[in-house]
C-alpha cells in the first residue's frame, strides 16, 4: 500500500531542502554577480554553495540538534549514529553555466545507511522527498515511477576528475555494446532522480562521495531499483565517505554491468 502522508521527520527535512533550494535559485538568478573558487580541476565552489549549506546546517540545528551532520563545503564525522548529509548545490558547473541540471540534495544516514532522501531541483520545480520502506513524494504528492518503455535503453554515467581515462572509456563502450544509450549529467544527484523517476534505467557512478548519493539512494531504493553502495576503505580499514561508488538500475541494466566493473556485486 503506497503511504499518502509523510512522517514528522520527513515533511520537517523536505520543508528545509524547499527552502534551501528557493534560496539557491535565487543565487542561480544572479550567478554573474556571486564569486567562485576551484577546488581542483572541474571543481568549482560558489558563495552560493556555501550559503545554502550554511542555512541547511542552521535549521537542522533548530529542529534536529541531537543528530550530526556532514556537508560537501564543511566537512563532518561520519559514525553510525543518525547523521544529516548536505550537498548544497550538486552540480556546481551545471549551475554556473546556466543549465537548469543541478539539484539540492539532503539525506540522514544511520549505520551508514541512508533512511531518508530528499532532492531538489529547483528550475525544474521538483522536490523529492523519501523514506526508507514508506515510499516516494513528489512536490508533496505519492510518487510511483514510470516504469512504460523499459525497452528505451537509457543510462546515466558519473564521471570524476579521478577516473581513469582508458578505464572510464572501457566502460562506456562495453555499456555501448550492450545496446545501452549512455548520458552524462555532470550531476550525480540529477541522475539519480531521473532513474527514481523512470526517465532512465538507473545511474552508474564507480567514484563518487556520500553527499552526492544520499538523498538520491533512497530515491532509487523506494522507486524500487536495485541500488547497490559501496564505501572505499582507507589504508587503516575504515569506510571513506569521500570515496564511494553507487549502482543503481534496473534489473536489466545491472546485469549487464556485471562482467564490466571489476568487482561489482549486484547484491
Known sequence: MTNTTMSARLAIAGQIAAQAA???????????????????TQDFVSEADVAVEQFIRSQLA??????????EEMGGVLTDAPCWVID????????LRGSPLWGVSLGLVENKKPLIGIVALPVLNDLFAAESGKGIFLNG????????FEDVQIVSLGDSSDDKLDEASAFYQGLRAADWSVHCYRCTTVGMVFAAKGIIGGHLQRRTTLWDIAGGTVLCQEAGLDTVVKFARTADGIEDYRHMSVAAGTADLLSAVIPLWPGFEPK
Do not use: C
Open 22 to 40: 528557493e534560496l539557491a535559485l535565487g543565487f542561480f538568478n544572479r550567478r554573474d554577480a556571486i564569486e567562485v573558487s576551484s577546488k581542483r
Open 62 to 71: 533548530q529542529h534536529f540538534p541531537q543528530d550530526a551532520v556532514i556537508g
Open 88 to 95: 548544497p548545490i550538486d552540480g556546481t558547473s551545471n549551475f
Open 141 to 148: 504528492k505519492p510518487f510511483r515511477r514510470d516504469d512504460r
